[in-house]
């Protein structure tokens, strides 16, 4: 299992947008693509996607920009991976299996994404965030 680079650059802005929640004040795409290094464009269509999903707002004018949508305690990875990819992760299509052999390995796919569902709903976006702040401070303290 693999995350893609859509969902990869989705959560670095959204990272971006946790980490100015508090102040309130929306960011524009241009200040969120430099910061975390998102193509321009890339970035206007994910947050297109992002803000259809209820994930984060957006506020036009001079001030105006993109915010997120929710609390970042109340938005779950869950959450961002079904707005960009449109899907239950856990939705099961109609078995084709024949064998035993097909059979038990279908029953161990479903364990794995079984298993990522409960940990992508167990972290929220300021659990991201909390950590990246963890790990800036341990990388700062090592190289003092």
Avoid at 100 to 111: F, K, R, S, T, Y
Wanted: charged content about 25%; some cysteine; proline content about 2%.
């Amino acid at each position: 299992m693999e995350l893609s680079c859509r969902t990869e650059y989705a959560l670095l802005a959204l990272l971006e947008l946790t980490q100015h929640y508090q102040e309130g004040d929306p960011l524009q795409i241009k200040q969120i693509a430099r910061s975390q290094h998102i193509p321009d464009r890339y970035l206007e269509q994910l947050l297109a996607t992002l803000r259809r999903g209820g994930i984060v707002a957006s506020q036009r004018g001079a001030k105006g920009g993109y915010y997120l949508a929710q609390a970042p305690w109340q938005i779950t990875l869950l959450d961002v991976l079904h707005c960009l990819e449109g899907t239950d992760s856990r939705s099961k299509t109609e078995s084709t299996v024949t064998t035993v052999e097909g059979a038990v390995v279908e029953e161990i796919w479903q364990e794995v994404y079984d298993s990522a569902y409960e940990i992508l709903q167990r972290y929220s976006l300021q659990d991201l965030f909390d950590r990246r702040n963890a790990r800036s401070q341990v990388n700062l303290m090592y190289y003092i």
